[in-house]
């Protein structure tokens, strides 16, 4: 399954590219005409994005569940996001992952779909349960010989259950009926599902989503276990840049659960049970934790009947509990290496305050100066002019941007390079940005390009459902995510000085680098 992040705009690009080394038309009511997006300012554009906020419609049912409604009829289709506020930062500790693990059991099915017998197959499950339970005794005892017994006894079982389980059930529904991009996505902050259908499978997809998640059976999970061990041998273990990110932000942040990684500790993964995730389930899949949002050609009113007829049988549950772990301030540089025989490379992190602070749209176009494009202060310092790196770029929100976290600069040295020249070659930039009032034309293209992107990423019904309900969350109204161009369009060179003498501090820093295993 996809996993982080769920902006599509400048952010996401920059991160989605970073996290891919690791190996991870809504043009009738927002025609921006390209002119606008290339050079007219945010009051130009406003327009524009008063037709969008005017057809959204959004309501709560009394469990708890919040919907919002974007109506967009240009085509006979409808993108859903479903937006569970918890993600890897909520784990308990010593069970990381399981959020991510949940995430990949919601496609196995309920008591209805995916098996051709519940009663039977639930009667084996518990077993499975039972047995794998005995064996960690066993194994714990060194009693070598028992758990080998009753290893076997598992694997028998476990092919009896598998024989009432009608693979990808939910997933054949969803596609024989026209629907398209059936997917989902953890992070640190949230796990979103996600996917469109034509605008007569309304019902339908009420129907399959609300099944999904009030009575969901968490089937095939042993086996889904070794695929999730397997993605992370492949994207940590064995990858130079996975190892490293890991490393990164377990220096990086000392006491918040930013710290740990999404998919998991090895150890831990190993270690969770069903129970442990159908806990998980049970503690944060609660109506009061769940926002919902669906853009194109709806009926807000015939939604929010269909809604409570569906949404509505989840009974009230009591609010999950809160992170509250904060970050203390840092007060010295941190450094971690990692030997890998790969190309070396170099990060460089500072923290910063969450999405819903005043200074984000500020962060925001630091970011782009620095980093978007050919034009970008990295790229062309770094990579055209001093040659010391293949590739430079940063971005916010790193790992997520709920909580206070970090900007994050990274380099690919050059064949010719060391990370030492990269570390030197970036503070020199950092420095500029301290020292040097950034022109009037350099901001105004960062925030055109901003702007654009801004723009771009409400281009479609599935990127205006995931950005409205994310911002809706993370900042508590929708309506923040057109604020941003205000915000973005008020900044000054002044500001960007104060934020980057107040951020760029040694003692704010976390240094990560890869070195070359001779």
Known sequence: MLRKV???????????????????????????????AKSE??????????????????????NGIKFIILENHDAPVVSFVTYADVGGANEPDGKTGVAHFLEHLAFKGTQNIGTTNYVQENKLLEQLDQLSAQIKTAKAGNKSEQAAKLQQEFDQVQAQAQKFVKQNEYGRIVEKQGGVGLNAQTTPDATVYFYSFPSNKVELWMSLESERFLEPVFREFYKEKQVILEERRLRTDNSPVGRLVEAFLDKAFSVHPY??????????????????VQQFFN????????????VGDVDPKQIQKLAQVYFGRYPAKPQPPKVTRVEPQQNQTRSVS?????????????????????????????????SDGLTSRLYKSLVEEKKVALAAQGFNGFPDDKYPNIMLFYAMTAPNATVDDVAKAL?????????EPVSEKELERVKTQLRAELLRSLDSNAGMAKLLVEYQVKTGNWRNLFQQLDAISAVTPKDIQRVAQQTFTPENRTIGQIVSKQ
Do not use: C
């Open 6 to 36: 769920l902006k599509p705009s400048r952010r996401l690009i920059t991160f989605m590219a970073f996290v891919s080394l690791l190996l991870l038309n809504w043009s009738s009511y927002l025609v921006i005409p390209k002119a606008y």
């Open 259 to 276: 710290k740990r990684p999404v998919i998991g500790y090895d150890q831990d993964i190993r270690n969770l049970s069903r129970e442990d």
């Open 427 to 435: 503070a020199v930039e950092i420095e500029r940005l301290k020292t």
């Open 283 to 294: 503690t944060y899949y609660v109506p009061n934790n769940l926002t919902i949002a669906i």
């Open 41 to 62: 300012t945010a009051q130009s554009i406003q327009p524009y994005l008063n037709k969008v906020i005017e057809r959204v419609t959004e309501f709560t049912l009394d």
């Open 338 to 370: 990692v030997e890998f025989a790969s190309q070396p490379w170099y990060m460089e992190g500072y923290h910063r305050p969450a999405i819903n602070h005043q200074d984000n749209a500020i962060y925001e176009v630091i970011a782009s100066l620095m």
